[in-house]
């Protein structure tokens, strides 16, 4: 990869325990990985942690110094288990105070006859930072520095990082291509190590699957030049060709 | 939780640039959580890091001296990605030297005449480690000190995990149940932090969905205790209807 440029960089943190038991699903990593490559940003860790205040604090506490941004989810609801916004407040060293902005941005969701004080406490947000708009189900997340809070349900941590791209600095999109193969992975090896050497600006990463009961493997290349992954593509579909194996997938 | 009691903790390390750029969706740890679960381990954070030795070194090193176990899944194949098994070499200050009961293991998976120098290469494991047998495809994982080094397809991984579960010592198994409801979390929250004061033994979270264009709330409990697993799930169904709400799904 290319050293010359300094990359921005950044970190997920997943706040929860649902996904530390295996009962729910992370669909959040992947996605941000997604918007991450389009921005131009390298996502670079991603922590799963539990709903404890100690570790939500050392966890984004470190993360935030050694990457560009931070993007957390999970743990800002009502409930007494969320208790990433209390945290979050405490690691900036901020007071929380009742948002104004997000009140009348609940109002408008829920009506202001409903709006309880369990569903206030949602606009509780640490002084001084920046509110996140929650086009779904009203209820804000907030940035502070290069801190994203955001919820754990994937569709509205979806709707909400769509609008904070406008808020992050990226660089050349990450371009991507992958070539599909029935060969086994040890067939390919040294042929995709030369390849590796001849390409370094392309990350070639090899993956092998099981489909159907058969063996395959995917090649992945990335890299931010156009020019370079159509010349890398072309050239890996060739050594699998010169290894008289079928290209079963495109780029 | 109960404070009195040491638990045997756990950590997962997924290595991948696949899982960060969101174009493979991990499914690994969610598997290793339901079986920490059952084994009465508890897993206490994940990571997911890129294919690059000195993030792979930092992290496992990191991990292995504060977590009872690490397993960390990806990067043990034939392709020039492939580095976990030399990092963690490096980590524990080891040399590398082809493992014969790894040799006759794949001998007997592809076949004496199928070993190419490619496939022979994941033979090679740290002077010392003890094997994991790997009953789906051959190559075997590794285990030095309380580092698993595990491979990042699912289901080979699945069956390696069986295959150390007998090394691993864990405590009681985590017994959880779920209430599910159309409730909103603002309705049930006041009730559920008294829930949760009432029963500290019992993790209480409360997990919002979507489903079907409607929100609910999946109240899920968490405990070593078996009756007061049923004691707590009985209070949550109580509060649920003592506000007017329905149970949709029973424990």
């Not at 389009?38 to 110094?65: F, K, N, Q, S």
């Not at 949602?122 to 955001?150: H, K, R, T």
């Not at 990335?222 to 780029?251: C, F, S, W, Y």
């Amino acid at each position: 990869m290319d050293k010359t440029t300094h990359h921005i960089t950044a970190c997920v943190v997943v706040i929860g325990n649902e996904i530390l038991s295996g009962r729910t699903q992370d669909l959040n990593i992947s996605y941000i990985g997604k918007c991450c490559d389009e921005l131009g940003i390298r996502l670079m860790e991603c922590r799963v942690i539990p709903d404890v205040p100690e570790a939500i604090l050392a966890t984004v506490d470190a993360c935030r110094r050694v990457f560009d941004y931070v993007f957390t989810t999970g743990g800002i609801g009502p409930t007494h288990d969320d208790i990433t916004t209390a945290v979050i407040a405490r690691l900036f060293n901020r007071p929380i105070e009742r948002n104004a902005a997000a009140v009348i941005a609940m109002q408008s969701y829920y009506g202001v006859d409903n709006l309880n004080e369990a569903r206030l406490k949602m606009a509780d947000i640490p002084v001084g930072a920046m509110l996140i708009d929650n086009p779904v189900s009203g209820a804000p997340g907030f940035q502070i520095e290069n801190v994203f809070v955001l919820p754990g349900v994937p569709i509205i941590m979806q709707a909400m990082f769509e609008g904070i791209t406008d808020r992050l600095i990226g660089g050349a999109p990450m371009l991507t291509g992958s070539v599909v193969t029935g060969l086994p992975e040890s067939i390919l090896a040294d042929g995709l190590r030369e390849l590796q050497n001849r390409y370094p600006d392309v990350a070639i990463g090899s993956y092998p699957f099981f489909r159907k009961g058969k063996l395959g493997v995917n090649i992945v290349m990335r890299t931010t030049r156009a020019a370079t992954l159509t010349d890398a593509t072309a050239a890996v579909i060739l050594l699998i060709r010169n290894l008289e194996g079928e290209v079963i997938k495109m780029p």
